[in-house]
């Protein structure tokens, strides 16, 4: 490539150009690229003479091949130069500053979030609060009414626990209303990491899509008797939701279980999973120190490892291994199992848990809202579908 030249004879450049009106139009693209690519002028010019000028020979005037491609050869350094010095600016412009902020209706009720990342507590406004927990706890490519049925949950969720409303505020952060971490209240990402999260070509869909949804449901909560309700949920139930009381020996007369055709589509309906028989050995010991079965032993034909006992909706109580009972739900969390709906075989040296569902299975199922979404129904029937008897409610 040739350096840039400290000067460019233009005065010559546009001389040739317009020397013949019949080759104006082919000289003015040989002077842009001149000035685009700071071609040397007597290469431009010789550039310009060769491709644009008539070769005569005798009486025929014959016009050089390379004529038809000045045009298009032009053009292509052009659009080269516009790709590789202005598409970096808008790519990168386009990364750094998300497009328009659907707006939300405004709030007057504000909560203290605690956000795990930064270890700070923020304030926030409810509504720009529950956008966020959308995003986090539900895919974006749901149905619109999923997404509003989530909304109103996430803000009853909210609604149950921030201090000025009458709430209890978060056990894990005692300053705190709420924080972002699942494992204690619901999960929330702010929308400065959200286009890392769907990709920038996704991003103003998605979060315009949350936006109406919550804008749609704005100030609505779910209620039982004129109460707030604990609005729990999981991913997919496989099939019928689960009892309260099955799962944290508290009977709830809204989160009793209700047959669900309507998460058939989630990838999580049905799942295999595998532990070598010497691991899962290890971490059933580690649960209860007096059991005894080896790995060895549990490929006999005795029964060292059954299920010792169902609920009502056909998911596993509890286990025995080796004489012993172990609660399911412990199970689940020691071995990172999907949902306590399983049945197990032993092959070889490996223990195979083929698990239907996803989650605790207790309350709304997201998949089956996509679904009942997909099926005709608003979120209203969602939400009155899986907490039996609710009513859907303004906060006051």
């Known amino acids: 490539m040739f350096a840039p030249s400290k000067t460019i004879d233009k005065e010559l450049c546009h001389r040739q150009a317009h020397s013949d009106r ?64 202005v598409m970096p600016a808008i790519i990168v412009g386009s990364w750094k500053s998300p497009a328009i902020d659907p707006p939300v209706p405004s709030s007057d009720i504000t909560l203290q979030l605690y956000v795990s990342s930064s270890k700070q507590l923020v304030k926030i406004g409810l509504e720009d609060y529950v956008r966020g927990v959308v995003a986090a706890e539900m895919p974006a490519s749901f149905h619109p009414a999923a997404l509003r049925a989530q909304a109103v949950a ?18 894990a952060h005692p300053q705190a209303d709420l924080c972002d971490n699942p494992a204690h209240c619901q999960a929330w990402v702010p929308v400065s990491q959200l286009q890392q999260k769907w990709g920038m070509l996704e991003y103003q869909n998605y979060w315009t899509k949350i936006s109406e949804a919550v804008a749609m449901t704005a100030r609505e909560i779910i209620t039982y008797q004129g109460i707030i309700i604990d609005p729990v949920f999981h991913s997919t139930c496989g099939g019928q939701t689960e009892d309260a009381g099955a799962v944290w020996q508290q009977s709830v007369p809204y989160l009793v279980p209700v047959k669900c055709s309507y998460c058939q589509h989630s990838p999580k309906l049905q799942t295999e999973q595998r532990y070598s028989l010497t691991a899962f050995v ?21 029964p060292n490892l059954t299920i010792a006992e169902k609920t ?11 004489g012993r009972n172990i609660k399911a739900t412990t199970l689940r969390s020691a071995l990172g199992l999907n949902s306590t709906r ?30 009942m979404g997909q099926a005709g129904y608003d979120y209203r029937a969602i939400l009155q579908y899986y907490y039996q008897g609710t009513q859907i409610t303004e906060i006051r």
């Open 282 to 302: 290890g971490a059933m010991r580690e649960l209860d120190g007096a059991i005894t079965v080896t790995a060895q032993s549990l490929r006999t034909t005795s």
């Open 22 to 85: 019949k080759y104006q139009l082919f000289g003015r693209m040989s002077c842009l690229a001149t000035e685009l690519f700071f071609l040397p002028p007597k290469l431009a010019k010789a550039s310009y003479i060769l491709r644009a000028r008539p070769i005569i020979i005798g009486e025929a005037k014959l016009e050089p091949r390379g004529q038809s491609l000045v045009r298009p050869v032009v053009g292509l350094f052009v659009g080269i130069a516009v790709v590789i010095l």
């Open 154 to 171: 996430a803000r009853t969720y909210a609604a149950k626990r921030i201090r000025s409303l009458g709430g209890r505020g978060c056990d």
């Open 312 to 322: 009502a909706t056909g998911r596993v109580s509890s286990i025995s291994i080796g």
């Open 342 to 371: 399983f049945v197990h075989k032993i092959e070889g040296d490996q223990i195979v848990f083929t698990v239907q569902g996803y989650g605790h299975g207790v309350g709304l199922c997201q998949y089956g809202a996509d679904g």
